[in-house]
């Protein structure tokens, strides 16, 4: 997925990571996602970048009847391992294998920060969506991502990442509650995902900054500081 493949070293990590209940930020902000972001289930879902499938799962769970793509063998492997009855494909981001108009959704959840042609990408979530389709996306904040708390108190100020306009390469090991992943991407600007989807011919209509939906210490600090940014656009 011009990026994503790079996680097949990881996968099984990544399984162990996203199946533990609680473990990751995607508990506590993905109602804000499907309830706030994602429109009524419609004629053919596309996810862009589906892992092991917890996304398309939970869509499908929605009423969505979902295709979900990725580069990593053995992800798309383990994603269908448990949706037995769903549609997963080996398939890079940048170039997808679907006719022009194919999807009235396409779904892009924390995936267009992994990939290295990320308008690409977007251009092509443009081509396969129907007229008035939607593209609905999660992205690591582009204005928190790879800052800092600094200190460890309650309260402690935020400092972004310099340089913020500069498009950097993430490599970043992470240990957490007995567990460790290794998270491979990039980082972008606001600027950029916005020209993107105005160079595909996207209208932006909803942008979110969540906060987490449950009590979780992990996330206690990021209910001041958004660590997540969504939207939804519109194709015109």
């Known amino acids: ?16 990571w996203a199946r533990t209940p609680g473990h990751d930020a995607y508990w506590y902000y993905r109602d804000s996602f499907f309830d706030g972001v994602i429109p009524p289930a419609g004629r053919r879902t596309l996810e862009i ?3 092991e499938g917890r996304v398309a799962r939970d869509l499908a769970a929605r009423g969505h009847r979902v295709i979900g793509v990725d580069t990593a063998h053995t992800l798309l492997h383990h994603a269908q ?8 494909a080996l398939a890079n981001s940048a170039a997808l294998p679907f006719p022009d108009r194919s999807f009235d959704v396409v779904v892009a959840y924390n995936s267009l920060q992994v990939v290295d042609d990320m308008a690409g990408t977007v251009g092509e979530a ?3 969506l129907e007229r008035d389709g939607h ?9 928190t991502d ?19 306009f500069e498009t950097r390469r993430v490599d970043d090991t992470v240990h957490s509650g007995g567990l460790t992943m290794t998270f491979r991407g990039w980082t972008y600007s606001l600027e950029q995902y916005s020209v993107a989807l105005e160079e595909a011919g996207f209208r932006i209509e909803a942008i979110r900054e969540p906060r987490p ?3 979780a210490l992990a996330y206690e600090r990021w209910q ?13």
Do not use: I
Not at 135 to 143: G, I, N, S, Y
Not at 224 to 236: E, G, T, W
């Open 1 to 16: 997925m011009g990026g994503e493949g790079e996680w097949e070293p990881d996968a099984d990590n990544w399984v162990r």
């Open 49 to 51: 970048g589906c892992g």
């Open 81 to 88: 391992g448990v949706d037995v009855t769903g549609a997963y």
């Open 126 to 128: 443009g081509r396969v």
């Open 135 to 143: 593209l609905c996306v999660c992205v690591a904040h582009p204005v």
């Open 146 to 164: 790879l800052g800092r708390f600094v200190g460890d108190e309650a309260g402690a100020p935020f400092a972004m990442r310099q340089p913020y």
């Open 213 to 215: 939906t449950r009590e």
């Open 224 to 236: 001041d500081v958004p660590l997540f940014l969504l939207l939804r656009a519109v194709k015109s």
